[in-house]
């Protein structure tokens, strides 16, 4: 399980306050007590997807199947910092990428730490 604290929800809230999709996916993450799988899953049913695997596995699958996008260069520095906003912005314009669910993923790699995760494209360059 990974666990969102209350004092880093507020940091979320600071840098996405002009996101009403990121707003709702940090009010249900602290409504799950800081369970980003929970919240995750919970905001996939609602988005109309059918998750069919365990909640830790289902949220890393599909932020690995975005890995390509999230570890852009021009984006890494900004997630190296903590910073979520510009790559929002980066995925509200891609069509098939789930918006309601960028916050709980974009969240998932700080806390797998952005270098881990974007490690294994690095390897291949």
Known sequence: MTTVTSQEIAQFRSQ???NPEAMEALDLIE???GDLEDAA????IK??????RANSEWLDALA???RAVICQEEF????LDGSVKEM???LKTMPTFPQ???TPVLIYVLKQGANNFCEPLDLLK
Request: with cysteine; glycine share 4%; charged share 35%.
């Open 76 to 79: 890494r520095d900004n997630l």
């Open 100 to 102: 309601i669910l960028a």
């Open 41 to 44: 899953m919970t905001l996939a």
């Open 16 to 18: 996405l306050a002009d």
């Open 31 to 33: 409504d799950c007590e």
């Open 64 to 66: 690995r199947k975005w």
């Open 88 to 90: 929002m912005k980066h």
């Open 47 to 52: 988005a109309g997807q059918e998750p069919e």
